[in-house]
């Protein structure tokens, strides 16, 4: 079965400073990850996903597939980026996500 | 830009009673979900459903829950005879296909059983 984790419960950073969220997963065949983001009193919204080698907002994430790994990362946090951050994966032709607890990402000034 | 919807925001019942949440996915998507959020927890995948059948589901959707399509707008789950750990957030997703295409999640139900 698939999992992921997320080791960090809050990450609290200041503005200005780099970001990096982790995100581990262990699934034994090919993984689509994603990152969804839910800002206060809003939906969960997909940030990113590993297929399309964006950056939205900022952020990027690489999929890492010796380290089992797909960190978001951002070199400057910005106030706005306060939000939860949920790292998920997609396993085969399911099409269900499996999510991380999450990490709260808090900027501070 | 259209946006899954879900009904009630909060749902608050007895031990014991039978509770619907209720979904409006976003009209043109094939596939919806359910998943839910118990405090403190993960977001858990419940259902998967499309074609007007389940295409997967988790261990937690035993025979307590259903889900139905009743017209061609709505997307429900039925709890029956709540417990006090159904007490969890429920989002309702829906997207376009499968595979490739992003879930798109409502707002949520929080629903708390007393």
């Known amino acids: 079965a698939q999992r992921v984790t997320q080791p960090e419960k809050l990450l609290s950073v200041f503005k200005g400073a780099p970001v990096e969220l982790k995100c581990n997963y262990s699934?034994?065949?090919?993984?689509?990850l994603f990152w969804y983001v839910q800002y206060s009193r809003q939906r969960l919204q997909l940030l990113l996903r590993h297929i399309s080698r964006e950056s939205i907002k900022g952020f990027t994430a690489d999929l890492n597939k010796g380290e089992t790994s797909f960190h978001l990362k951002k070199p400057f946090a910005q106030e706005e980026d306060s939000a939860m951050y949920y790292c998920?994966?997609?396993?085969?032709?399911?099409?269900?996500?499996?999510f991380g607890t999450g990490t709260r990402l808090q900027v501070t000034l | 830009e259209p946006e899954v919807t879900q009904t009630p925001s909060h749902q608050v019942t007895q031990m014991g009673q039978e509770v619907i949440l209720r979904c409006v996915p976003i009209?043109?998507?094939?596939?919806f979900y359910w998943y839910r959020q118990i405090l403190g927890q993960k977001v858990e995948f419940l259902v998967s459903?499309?074609?007007?059948?389940?295409?997967?589901k988790s261990e937690i959707f035993d025979d307590q829950f259903s889900v139905e399509r009743p017209d061609g707008s709505n997307f429900t789950l039925k709890i029956r005879s709540t417990k006090l750990e159904d007490s969890a957030m429920y989002f309702c997703a829906s997207s376009l296909d499968t595979l490739s295409y992003e879930q798109y999640f409502g707002p949520g139900t929080r629903l708390t059983v007393t």
């Open positions: 998920a994966l997609r396993a085969g032709t399911a099409s269900k996500l499996t």
């Open positions: 459903f499309y074609n007007n059948e389940i295409s997967e």
């Open positions: 009209s043109n998507h094939l596939y």
């Open positions: 699934y034994s065949g090919s993984p689509e």
